[in-house]
């Protein structure tokens, strides 16, 4: 029987109540397939629906085949080796005592002696050089990230799913798994909003709040047919309100028409030249065609209407964001930043940059780039203060904004409308809510508590109160696409292409960092400035 994950009729809500799934039916054979959708749309609780990991409240689940599984956080004990992930460790310690002539006859027998060998090549499938006794607490989150995927692959599963799996991975790191996914001929279920990732699927799968759409092909293919759908939303919905004038001008000039001919009946009768029961019946059939008159418009006029609501709705979910800024005003000879022979760690003699100079003048748009552990984060927190440089000097000679990935610069426990009126205390609530709704925080989503927010709901929140009302000269983003949906990223990227102050960006998306413009690259090699 082939492999194969069948949703039926299924049903899914959030503990207070708000519906994600309603009789979902979906499909998935042994195809690569990329799942998109905005944030909070339900792409991860999906993935735990399909593992297990929760069951659905109503509808049936049916998977034939065996899952291999990675979520975006692999969670490590103290003490955990990459051997542990595989789950090999008791082998791996027959085929020591096998070397050491201590292994047991019945060991010998079940001596798994290609095992080394296939979790090497696993793990070089994922472009990872790590020996099975490295202790993952010894890893990057990235580098986990690609043991996590290497101990998957060597199970050799029927279907991968996978939770954003090219997140937090350099660029070295990006390329071997987008390497590996397309190479993979089993099944695939991926989270994504890698856009190099989902250029390698067999098909899209958009999750959105109509339901799920399934398109054939990749990235590039789903794009294109989703341009045509809002092309054609856009169309119907022009028809629904043509139709909808015309249904209300029809509707007037037939009431204009029946007054004209009963005021010319009142008249005649005035004159006497019309006996009184025929009076009586030609107001009847007035009244009763005025009122199928009325009843006609009307169920037109509805009719309408509702296919004008449901292209509405199509629209929302189909249109592109746009983001529109307001000017900064930096000039292009203004230097806004400076360092000179910098030199900077964590451990006395152990710098993480050496001897690194560098400036920005104007409205440069510039990537910090580099492997993971190369000093990119140390650099941004030198450059917020957080880190005072052991030789040299760090000049930023401007007003400036650092979104992290935590997003720090707001209040967990306030709402993102509060934070908004704090960060930008010149702001009218008019002001306020246009700025957060053009990031799509519209109408009560302004008020929702930040602790309560996705981590692609965050750092949109953040990005809407520093750029929404009065964006600063230097704008500084540390892998600001890590958690954003492919829509929200879209709309950065808009904002940011209008945005006329200087940027600094860390980000290994190089879709990303060639949509915003970057003209220069400041590549950081670890200990070496660059």
């Known amino acids: 029987m082939p492999a194969s994950i069948t949703l039926s009729q299924i049903s899914w809500a959030t503990p207070d109540g708000r519906p994600l799934f309603s009789d979902l039916d979906l499909s998935f054979g042994t195809d690569r397939t990329g799942l998109v ?3 909070g749309v339900g792409k991860t609780t999906l993935l735990k629906l399909v593992s297990g990991g929760i069951r659905p409240q109503s509808g049936t689940l049916s998977v034939s085949g065996s899952l291999g599984i990675l979520r975006q956080n692999v969670q490590v004990a103290p003490d955990e080796t990459v051997a542990d992930l595989f789950g090999a460790t008791d082998a791996l310690a027959v085929l020591q005592r096998a070397e050491t002539g201590t292994a047991t006859a019945d060991e010998l027998l079940s001596a798994d002696w290609t095992l080394e ?3 090497a090549a696993a793990l070089d499938r994922t472009g990872l050089n790590a020996e099975p006794q490295t202790p993952l607490a010894a890893l990057s989150g990235g580098q986990r990230t690609r043991a996590g995927l290497a101990a998957l692959v060597f199970t050799e599963p029927d279907f991968l799913l996978l939770d954003e799996p090219t997140n937090n991975l350099d660029r070295d790191g990006r390329e071997a798994v987008i390497a590996l996914i397309s190479g993979w001929r089993a099944g695939a279920v991926i989270v994504s909003h890698d856009r190099e990732l989902l250029e390698s699927m067999d098909a899209i799968v958009e999750l959105t709040s109509l339901g799920a759409t399934r398109y054939g092909g990749n990235w590039s293919h789903y794009r ?16 629904a309100e043509k139709r909808i004038s015309e249904v209300a001008r029809k509707a007037q000039a037939t009431v204009e028409r029946q007054a004209h001919r009963d005021s010319t009946g009142r008249k005649i009768a005035a004159k006497g030249g019309i006996p009184r029961i025929m009076l009586g019946g030609m107001k009847e059939r007035s009244e009763t065609t005025g009122g199928d008159n009325a009843r006609l418009a009307e169920r037109r006029r509805s009719a309408a209407q509702e296919d004008a609501k449901a292209a509405r709705e199509k629209i929302e979910v189909l249109q592109p964001l746009s983001v529109l800024l307001p ?11 400076k360092m000179e022979g910098v030199a900077v760690g964590y451990r006395p003699g152990d710098p993480v940059i050496r001897d690194l100079s560098f400036e920005v003048k104007g409205p440069e748009r510039i990537a910090v780039t580099g492997p993971n552990g190369s000093g990119k984060t140390t650099l941004l927190s030198l ?24 997003v720090s610069l707001l209040d967990p426990s306030a709402s993102i409308r509060d934070n908004f009126r704090r960060i930008n205390p010149q702001a009218d609530e008019n002001t306020c809510r246009a700025a957060l709704a053009r990031f799509m925080f519209r109408a009560d989503a302004a008020l929702q508590v930040v602790s309560t927010l996705s981590g692609g709901q965050l750092l949109r929140a953040g990005l809407a109160c520093v750029l929404g009302s009065a964006p600063p000269p230097l704008l500084i983003l540390d892998e600001p696409t890590n958690h954003l949906d492919i829509d929200s990223i879209s709309a950065v990227e808009a904002g940011l292409r209008a945005y006329d102050g200087a940027l600094l960006v860390v980000s290994h998306d190089e879709t990303f960092l060639e949509s915003i413009g970057i003209g220069r690259r400041l590549e950081l090699a670890g200990g070496v400035g660059g």
């Open 383 to 406: 450059l917020t203060g957080e880190l005072k440089p052991w030789a040299g000097t760090v000049a930023v000679m401007t007003g400036f904004a650092m979104l992290d990935q935590k």
């Open 327 to 337: 000017r900064t005003g930096l000039a292009t000879n203004k230097t806004v930043l």
């Open 117 to 119: 060998a296939r979790m």
């Open 224 to 239: 294109e047919r989703r341009a045509l759908e809002l092309a054609a939303a856009q169309h119907d919905l022009a028809d």
């Open 37 to 39: 959708g905005r944030n």
